[in-house]
């Protein structure tokens, strides 16, 4: 079977577009924890987007921190678990302000959990303005609220700047037919919509995410956050991995 070409587009050049990174990318070679070559790459990345004149905001997930629902156990409930997972994120945050401020790229932190010695409160109009003035804005906290994921939390989020992408980063260069790592059958979708994502389980982000994005017309871009030059060349409306759309 060859790949599945899906429907057909023209390339999009973005002005504001939200990055969504997984926790673990910032472990690296690592199982947990923060790698500093992991970091520093993802800022270089990053700063390569926002020297584009991209205006750029970032949710992280908690990944290389904690795993709710594989280390909670039956000592921790659901919704403690979620909170823990949540703070996490906003040590991913402060490690990603800290690295991309020392490249000089002007950021602020935002989180939807009140951390005032360490963080601003996510206030939308407040983080549109800071977009606007030419600073990577990094939302922390999830929605602060459990039972949803940092994947939710990016198209909230992405929905709410009124972003013209959401860009998915990860460990291989696209949407597959199944699993490339445990199949090697598996072929790349270049393209493909919101229904298909859904209908055909294709595991790209929870089913809450993907329909946000569907109700509000808002693309995806799935790439290999490894590849240098990808965030870049995505929103510079350059072809990388696979674009889900309407």
């Known amino acids: 079977m060859g790949e599945d070409p899906g429907?057909?587009?023209?390339?999009?050049?973005?002005?504001?577009?939200?990055l969504k990174l997984s926790g673990e990318a910032l472990a690296g070679t690592g199982r947990r924890?923060?790698?500093?070559?992991?970091?520093?790459?993802?800022?270089?990345?990053?700063?390569?987007?926002?020297?584009?004149?991209?205006?750029?905001?970032?949710?992280?997930?908690?990944?290389?921190?904690?795993?709710?629902?594989?280390?909670?156990?039956?000592?921790?409930?659901?919704?403690?678990?979620?909170?823990?997972?949540?703070?996490?994120?906003?040590?991913?945050?402060?490690?990603?302000?800290?690295?991309l401020e020392e490249i000089g790229v002007p950021t602020r932190v935002q989180s939807a959990i009140q951390v005032s010695q360490l963080c601003e409160p996510y206030i939308r109009r407040r983080a549109i303005r800071h977009l606007e003035k030419g600073r990577v804005v990094i939302f922390a906290g999830g929605t602060g609220n459990p039972y949803f994921t940092t994947d939710s939390a990016a198209a909230l989020r992405a929905t709410e700047i009124e972003a013209d992408a959401l860009l998915k980063a990860t460990k291989v260069d696209g949407v597959y037919t199944d699993d490339p790592v445990s199949n090697p059958k598996a072929?790349?979708?270049?393209?493909?919509?919101?229904?298909?994502?859904?209908?055909?389980?294709?595991?790209?982000?929870?089913?809450?995410a993907l329909t946000l994005c569907m109700e509000n017309a808002l693309p995806i871009v799935v790439f290999n956050l490894g590849v240098s030059g990808n965030i870049a060349r995505a929103v510079a409306g350059q072809r990388v991995g696979t674009l889900i759309r309407e």
């Open 7 to 18: 429907p057909k587009s023209s390339p999009k050049k973005y002005k504001r577009v939200l």
């Open 33 to 99: 924890g923060i790698e500093s070559r992991a970091l520093n790459h993802i800022c270089r990345e990053i700063k390569r987007a926002f020297e584009k004149g991209v205006q750029v905001g970032v949710v992280v997930g908690a990944g290389n921190i904690w795993r709710g629902a594989q280390d909670r156990g039956e000592a921790i409930d659901r919704v403690t678990a979620d909170n823990m997972g949540m703070l996490a994120t906003i040590i991913n945050a402060l490690a990603l302000q800290d690295s």
């Open 187 to 208: 072929r790349k979708i270049p393209e493909l919509t919101f229904m298909d994502a859904i209908r055909r389980r294709l595991r790209v982000m929870d089913s809450t």
